[in-house]
């Protein structure tokens, strides 16, 4: 599915339904990829000739992702990569998938242009919050821009 703009979506919120997980490949970023091999192994890492991506288990979902109480979580939830923190948002600073307009976000005196996944079951469709404008989408900016590492409304609000 190709990503829609974020004035499509009135909120959001991670419900721990694992699809991130289970059906997209994370790419890992230099950093990330030899923090993961030295924590966990190089099973924790799939190669490939022009990408870096975490494990997969043999079923296909994330080496990470558990399963608990009927939540799927995260394994890496305090180092999670940044693939994983900003899914199902894509922050880009020229649009890349249309409606421009309905892309385009302010922040910091700069414009960036967010898409959404619309996979995510986590999303609800309608105009835009105000806390889904001002506080969700600054967080998941902040996160893409590498100025917050600290995940609060950008990750499911389960106790760690």
């Known amino acids: 599915m190709e990503p829609i703009p974020w004035r499509r979506i009135k909120s959001w919120r991670c419900i721990t339904c694992g699809i991130c997980c289970k059906e997209f490949d994370v790419v890992l970023g230099y950093k990330e990829w030899?923090?993961?091999?030295?924590?966990?192994?190089?099973?924790?890492?799939?190669?490939?000739v022009t990408k870096l991506c975490l494990g997969k288990k043999v079923d296909g979902t994330c080496v990470f992702l558990y399963n608990s109480s009927s939540s799927w979580l995260c394994g890496l939830q305090q180092s999670k990569p940044r693939a994983c923190k900003l899914w199902p948002f894509k922050i880009?600073?020229?649009?890349?998938?249309?409606?421009?307009?309905?892309?385009?976000?302010?922040?910091?005196?700069?414009?960036?242009?967010?898409y959404v996944d619309p996979s995510c079951q986590g999303l609800v469709w309608g105009i835009p919050a105000k806390r889904?404008?001002?506080?969700?989408?600054?967080?998941?900016?902040?996160?893409?821009?590498g100025t917050r590492e600290k995940q609060f409304y950008s990750t499911s609000r389960l106790a760690y």
Do not use: C, H, N, T
Not at 92 to 114: H, N, S, T, V, W
């Open 132 to 145: 889904f404008m001002y506080e969700i989408l600054p967080e998941f900016v902040e996160i893409a821009l």
């Open 92 to 114: 880009l600073e020229q649009p890349r998938y249309g409606r421009d307009k309905e892309a385009i976000y302010r922040f910091e005196d700069r414009d960036y242009f967010i």
């Open 34 to 48: 030899a923090d993961i091999i030295r924590r966990f192994g190089v099973g924790a890492i799939k190669p490939s």
